[in-house]
């Protein structure tokens, strides 16, 4: 005789038995979907039956005891179930049960067996290349005229991110480019040739200009005041600084435009602040915001200008981390030409046994970087000459370039070894290098 008491438990036993190996060959099969909606359908229909005092018409459970293994005793009491007996309303609590099992394995199976496309790749971040580079040489370009460049991008970045604070509040969720196709967001990569220019950092020693130090007093005065207009804290219109003067763009200019509409404007206007010292050989000397002391910028020589925003959740918000990552680069591009180099421990840089081919010096605002990198490839290192400057401050050390080692029959271009610097610069940053439209000389 059946009692109520084992009309609990018909499928206890069949169901605890179940392991997730054989639903996840139901849902390999392509079936399962279908099967557990029909049979949660059934079930429904089945209860509501019962509730009424009769059973409803239906080959639910057939269906459900066609893909099981039954055993005799589950067989007997599907055949129960089949007539309207008084122990059919406890059995609609096994069935009950039986519902309940199949939800949650269901769920079991969309956390469990259901995963993401095996080929999906997500998506990496963008920094667009710029470059005033030709390679067909000739491309050397005046240093203020890059500088003007990194100061409009920064400038357009910082506003827009001004802009977005003060009508939400709050800016754009790191991680995600907001307008990106206005240029306003973008992280940059720029490349340069630069005319013959020597840079001193923004707490750079005046000591190491060693062409201002003479014992000759006819010339002691003129010295002195170019000393002066150098000095890190003289702030007068003479200075040896680059500045924006904005009050002499034309009204038309101060709207918006595009940045290389803006850019043509400061130059065509005389907006940049343009009054350097000389050095002796002619090439003008600035003090400008990077860190590091005084170095020379000249044709032969690749200098890359990374424009990133540091809090993007593509790198890190640690300047020193973000040195290390582009002297990286350095050292893999001149791996490329099978030239060995190494950091050093103290100073900044690149280097080739005890002589440096490449100086590194950045800035930074709201954490969007600005100058970067120089890579000697076959500049004239006589510039370089310790009777003219102290080459980074470093006095014990000598300066050296990819045609030093390499030779002239092996040495690559400047835009060969930009192409190279680009790449690396990818690998290392893990971004994606996308080329826009070039810089105007």
Partial sequence: MTTPCHNLYPFGPLLKNLSLVWFEGMVNLGWWMEWNNKLKLHLT???????????????????????????????????????????????????????????????????????????????????????????????????????????????????????????DDSLPEIGHEVNAAENCDRDWLLLFEHEPVYTMGRGASEEHLKFLDTADPNQQGLFEEKLKRLSRKYRGEDASRLIVNRSKLLPQYKEQCSDREEITALIESGAVQNTPVYSPNGAPVYRIERGGEVTYHGPGQLVIYPMLNLRHSAFKQDLHWYLRQIEEVIIQTLREFDIESNRDEINTGVWVGMNKIAAVGVSSSRWITTHGCAINVRPNLDHFDKEIITPCGIEERGITSILDIVGEDSCPSVMEVANVAVKCFGNVFNVDVVEDDPISR
């Fill in 45 to 167: 229909n089945t209860m509501d039956g019962w509730y009424n005092g009769t059973i409803a018409k239906t080959n639910i459970l057939s269906d459900f005891y066609a893909v099981l293994p039954l055993s005799s005793h589950h067989s007997s009491l599907y055949t129960a179930h089949r007539e309207p007996t008084q122990a059919n309303e406890y059995n609609m609590h096994s069935v009950h049960r039986l519902s309940t099992y199949l939800a949650a394995c269901n769920t079991v199976k969309r956390r469990v067996f259901t995963s993401p496309p095996r080929h999906a790749k997500a998506k990496k971040h963008a920094a667009y290349v710029r470059s005033a580079l030709s390679s067909t040489g000739g491309s050397a370009i005046p240093y203020w005229k890059g500088w003007a460049w990194q100061h409009v991008l920064l400038e357009r970045r910082l506003n827009y991110m001004r802009s977005v604070r003060s009508s």
